[in-house]
């Protein structure tokens, strides 16, 4: 199987993934729908095959004996993607996500225009959240080349794997992948301390470890971008106060409130008339008021002050939702699938 002609046809039909796995025949999801890509199923061997091609004789054996391996593959002039492989009921499968050639641009992906003054933050965490598919990788790969073309400065990102490929603009950006360049995150972090960053992006704050080098970082006048699984900015918050032990956890409060920034929330759907997906995001900026309620462990507030602070650009990830559903971008259902408060956007948006 010529899994580099499957994948050259899957980007061509607009796939975000492209999966393999035993039993069935390779499919690529396609505005969130899977798509047949040929009429054959994978054999065992097949799958193997694909993963030999992928990985190599090395990876493979990594594979192998771990179970699971991420790792970037790269066809020229078409696309760079990650990938995932792993092994299920004795077999191998593969999880391939597309990334373009291209750094989509903030205009292009519609991002809030408050997004673009964050990039001119000179110290504090960034975070943008999500669930997995939701487009957060592409949003910190725009912001950190929005910096590279319009600003001095010296990036580090830490990856795993590399997607999307920076090359040296007015800023410096230097790429490292973990298990390649570094043997993790943690390591990687507390080494970038050393490297004379003036901005550093984590790929995800996985771990107690990293998100306490990730704080340290930010308090010490870096400027911290990453990602963390999460939907709402409140539930941001909690998740990075509750990875530390009950009795750390109101030093982290104040520490975090001291640091944190902004918190960009977003998902991806399909739009209404089916061409293609859209973002809808969710905006925390950290004003005096945001930070008080932190310290204070009153996260369960924070989602009124976003509602009522509009005119700093704040937004919830409802009103952005219930805009897009006015301007007819996307359905009712669609609506009420993504958003936070199905009752009070049913009578906002007159839904019976």
């Given at each position: 199987?010529?899994?580099?002609?499957?994948?050259?046809?899957?980007v061509?039909m607009?796939?975000?993934d492209?999966h393999?796995?035993?039993?069935?025949?390779p499919?690529?999801?396609?505005?969130?729908k899977?798509?047949k890509?040929?009429?054959?199923?994978?054999?065992?061997e097949?799958?193997?095959?694909?993963?030999k091609?992928?990985?190599g004789?090395k990876g493979?054996?990594?594979?192998?004996?771990?179970g699971e391996i991420d790792t970037?593959?790269?066809?020229?002039?078409?696309?760079?993607?990650r990938?995932?492989?792993?092994?299920q009921?004795?077999?191998?499968?593969?999880?391939?996500?597309?990334?373009?050639?291209t750094?989509p641009?903030?205009?292009?992906?519609l991002?809030?225009?408050?997004?673009?003054?964050?990039?001119s933050?000179q110290?504090?965490?960034?975070l943008?959240?999500?669930?997995?598919?939701?487009?957060?990788?592409?949003?910190?790969a725009?912001?950190?080349?929005h910096?590279?073309?319009?600003?001095?400065?010296h990036i580090?990102?830490?990856?795993?794997p590399?997607?999307?490929?920076h090359?040296?603009?007015?800023?410096?950006?230097?790429q490292r992948?973990?298990?390649?360049?570094?043997?993790s995150f943690?390591?990687?972090?507390?080494?970038?301390?050393r490297?004379?960053?003036?901005?550093?992006?984590?790929?995800e704050m996985?771990?107690?470890?990293?998100v306490s080098t990730?704080?340290?970082?930010?308090?010490t006048?870096?400027?911290?971008l990453?990602?963390?699984?999460?939907?709402?900015?409140?539930?941001t918050i909690?998740?990075?106060?509750d990875v530390?032990?009950?009795?750390?956890?109101?030093?982290?409060?104040?520490?975090?409130?001291?640091?944190i920034?902004?918190?960009?929330?977003?998902?991806?759907?399909?739009?209404?008339?089916g061409?293609g997906r859209v973002?809808?995001?969710e905006?925390?900026l950290?004003?005096?008021a945001?930070?008080n309620l932190i310290?204070?462990?009153?996260t369960?507030?924070?989602?009124?002050?976003i509602q009522t602070?509009?005119a700093?650009?704040?937004?919830?990830?409802?009103?952005?939702?219930?805009g897009?559903?006015?301007k007819?971008?996307?359905?009712?259902?669609?609506?009420?699938?993504?958003?936070?408060?199905?009752?009070?956007?049913?009578q906002r948006?007159?839904?019976?």
């Open positions: 199987m010529q899994i580099d002609l499957l994948l050259e046809k899957a061509q607009g796939a975000s492209i393999f796995s035993v039993g069935i025949e499919v690529a999801r396609i505005h969130g899977f798509v890509l040929v009429d054959l199923r994978l054999t065992a097949m799958a193997i095959g694909c993963a091609m992928i990985l004789e493979l054996k990594k594979l192998e004996e771990i970037a593959y790269a066809i020229e002039k078409i696309a760079r993607f990938v995932n492989a792993f092994r009921k004795n077999n191998c499968a593969i999880a391939v996500r597309v990334i373009p050639d750094i641009s903030m205009k292009s992906l991002l809030p225009e408050v997004i673009q003054k964050l990039c933050k110290r504090g965490l960034i943008v959240t999500g669930p997995t598919g939701s487009g957060k990788s592409t949003t910190l725009s912001m950190i080349d910096m590279n073309a319009t600003m001095a400065r580090i990102t830490i990856e795993d590399i997607e999307y490929l090359h040296h603009g007015m800023s410096m950006v230097n992948q973990v298990g390649v360049d570094t043997q943690a390591n990687a972090l507390r080494s970038a301390l490297e004379d960053p003036d901005v550093i992006l984590m790929g996985r771990d107690l470890e990293t990730a704080l340290t970082a930010a308090e006048g870096h400027l911290v990453s990602t963390l699984h999460t939907i709402g900015a409140a539930k909690d998740r990075i106060v530390f032990p009950p009795e750390q956890q109101q030093q982290v409060r104040v520490q975090l409130a001291s640091v920034e902004a918190v960009i929330s977003q998902q991806i759907m399909v739009k209404a008339d061409r973002a809808a995001f905006i925390m950290a004003t005096p945001i930070r310290r204070d462990g009153k369960h507030q924070i989602q009124t002050i602070n509009a700093a650009q704040m937004q919830t990830m409802d009103t952005n939702l219930l897009l559903y006015s007819h971008v996307i359905s009712s259902s669609t609506l009420l699938q993504y958003c936070v408060d199905e009752e009070a956007v049913r948006a007159r839904l019976s």
